[in-house]
């Protein structure tokens, strides 16, 4: 936080896909402005409540603008498309990138998931592997528009009704044991993983993603 403006933000260094996931964000931002009002609600609505942040094992931001941005991809007519899912302006949806993860991770992320995670001396200077992933997402957004609008119509719900759709989908229809959520493929998916504890977001690039140990059922009650 800046000590004369007040402002703050977040510093990334060396962190490919924290740049590619605020990308995907900002582009899902300018598609449709409800979802950026949502957003905002939903951030100080869970930083007032005292429900936010891995560290103290409540869901972070990133978190609950993917459960935002699923709700918005599930309704119909959706507000919000899967933008990894279209290839409208691009002649590949391929854009690889190398990135790198911790090699226990790689080698035991069957084993670590749903466990707190060590953080020792020793574990911060384990060996790193490079993994391969996708980062292609649609961004010419006037032609998504088009598409979508073709496709499924558009969707007229004010802020108001979508809020409450939101938290009335996950207190009561989303299955915490069974679903997770992925917008990748702009729906819910089956878990990989079967721990009833755990709470899954797939992340839209991470393959192995040391955040899923933080995303579990017992935190959940307070949300």
Request: with cysteine.
């Amino acid at each position: 936080e800046d000590k004369l403006t007040k402002t703050k933000c977040d510093i990334n260094v060396n962190s490919i896909l924290g740049i590619v996931n605020s990308s995907l964000l900002e582009t899902y931002s300018n598609y449709d402005e409800r979802f950026r009002i949502m957003g905002y609600f939903i951030k100080e609505w869970a930083k007032n409540n005292k429900i936010q942040g891995g560290g103290n094992r409540f869901l972070t931001s990133y978190a609950y603008l993917n459960m935002l941005i699923q709700y918005l991809q599930i309704l119909k007519p959706p507000v919000l498309p899967a933008l990894q899912k279209l290839q409208l302006s691009s002649k590949s949806s391929v854009e690889m990138i190398m990135y790198p993860v911790p090699e226990l991770i790689v080698n035991r992320i069957d084993k670590i998931i749903g466990e707190d995670w060590d953080y020792t001396e020793e574990n911060r200077r384990m060996k790193m592997k490079l993994i391969e992933t996708n980062i292609y997402f649609e961004r010419d957004l006037e032609k998504v528009k088009e598409y979508m609008g073709e496709k499924h119509g558009f969707n007229m719900q004010s802020v108001g009704e979508l809020l409450s759709g939101f938290f009335a989908f996950y207190t009561f229809d989303f299955n915490y044991e069974k679903d997770m959520i992925s917008i990748k493929e702009g729906e819910v998916i089956e878990k990989k993983v079967a721990d009833e504890y755990l709470f899954s977001i797939e992340d839209p690039f991470d393959l192995y993603p040391v955040s899923y140990t933080h995303l579990t059922l017992p935190t959940t009650p307070y949300v």
